[in-house]
Nanobody
Framework: QVQLVESGGGLVQAGGSLRLSCAASGRTLNRYAMGWFRQAPGKEREFVAG????????LYADSVKGRFTISRDNAKNTVYLQMNNLKPEDTAVYYCAADYDIVVRSRPRDYDYWGQGTQVTVSS
């Protein structure tokens, strides 16, 4: 089992920044890919960014490229999502997820473990 706990959400004005954290515990994550997803009210959950726990390959949704950065701290078993130049359309509940695979995938159904989510609200 892998436990994931997100934090760092909140209310921010358009153009502002937030950094989300995802603390992971349980199994060794070397063979996992980590992903950030988001879900706005009335919409399907969508992929935001992902990276392998080992290595440097990353994947981003087109809507966040150049604004969001995913990173990790192996010593802290934590994955981060730095979000800059936030827009009202970024408002959603953000989820961290773990996928037992060596490639980064973007479909929610491919991920095995999920956190509880953290709310991000961007005001205009």
């Amino acid at each position: 089992q892998v436990q994931l706990v997100e934090s760092g959400g909140g209310l921010v004005q358009a153009g502002g920044s937030l950094r989300l954290s995802c603390a992971a515990s349980g199994r060794t994550l070397n063979r996992y890919a980590m992903g950030w997803f988001r879900q706005a009210p009335g919409k399907e959950r969508e992929f935001v960014a992902g990276m392998r726990w080992s290595g440097s390959s990353t994947l981003y949704a087109d809507s966040v490229k150049g604004r969001f950065t995913i990173s990790r701290d192996n010593a802290k078993n934590t994955v981060y999502l730095q979000m800059n130049n936030l827009k009202p359309e970024d408002t959603a509940v953000y989820y961290c997820a773990a996928d037992y695979d060596i490639v980064v995938r973007s479909r929610p159904r491919d991920y095995d473990y999920w956190g509880q989510g953290t709310q991000v609200t961007v005001s205009s």
